[in-house]
């Protein structure tokens, strides 16, 4: 796919590996990131080219609908959707009296708000002569992690409609879908679960994903990830050792 004269929404696109793929590819593209913090958004903004903000939460129907409004009036022209935003609790689930309402935070930002913007842009996706979807998933996605048990959940339940996504589009669309499956990131986002000391950079994440979008490389598996996902087909319970340690 051709990495240059897009126009691309990024959700949680103000810090972490969203921003980190606005600033790789701002230069050649129009960027527009997406998240709850305005002045966040605005401070990722800065002394960026052609990248441009819309303060919205994507889990909130009312700020999805004036998300979509605002990108047909100015940019109708959008043809690259980044399913960024995440929301993740660590825990165990022997040890909380709230793993229902913590799994459905996860599922309505991880899941069921990419569904909904998707379904919402497809529209205006297929009136382009190249467009994509970019979903965000995790190497948790294959093996869950015991320290994030629900938000394991949420990212394979994201895997399985990404993969269901690209082959009902195939069929009578030129839409490409792409999965992007990070390990552990070190990002704000992941500090809780030891991202700071043990993650890989953003950045590098950012570089696998572009590399991978120009020679359209549908699953993007970085770093660790790659070696998961073979001992996953290998076999699930030693893939599922390797990740609880």
Do not use: C, W
Not at 1 to 25: F, H, Q, R, V
Not at 40 to 51: F, H, I, P, R, S
Not at 89 to 110: C, L
């Amino acid at each position: 796919m051709n990495i240059t004269n897009n126009t691309i929404l990024i959700t949680g696109g103000g810090s972490g590996i969203g921003l980190e793929i606005a600033k790789t590819l701002n230069s050649s593209n129009k960027i527009i990131i997406a998240g709850r913090n305005k002045e966040k958004l605005d401070t990722a903004a800065k002394g960026l080219e052609n990248v441009f903000t819309i303060q919205a939460d994507i889990t909130n129907e009312q700020d999805v609908n004036r998300l979509i409004e605002e990108i047909k009036v100015n940019f109708g022209e959008l043809n690259i959707l980044i399913n960024n935003a995440g929301h993740a609790y660590a825990y165990t689930i022997s040890d909380t009296s709230d793993t229902y309402g913590k799994a459905v935070a996860e599922f309505e930002t991880n899941y069921f708000a990419p569904i909904r913007l998707t379904e919402k842009l497809l529209p205006l996706l297929k009136q382009q002569e190249n467009a994509a979807v970019v979903n965000v998933s995790s190497i948790v996605a294959f093996a869950p992690g015991s320290h994030v048990p629900t938000y394991s959940d949420s990212k394979a339940a994201l895997h399985s409609y990404t993969k269901i996504l690209r082959h009902e589009l195939a069929k009578d669309t030129s839409i490409k879908v792409f999965e992007l499956m990070p390990p552990l990131v070190n990002t704000d986002f992941s500090a809780e679960i030891g991202g700071k000391e043990n993650g890989i950079p953003a950045s590098e994440v950012a570089d696998s994903f572009v590399n991978a979008l120009m020679h359209d490389t549908y699953e993007i598996r970085v770093g660790n990830t790659e070696v998961l996902y073979n001992s996953f087909f290998a076999g699930s319970e030693e893939a599922f050792s390797i990740m609880n340690g």
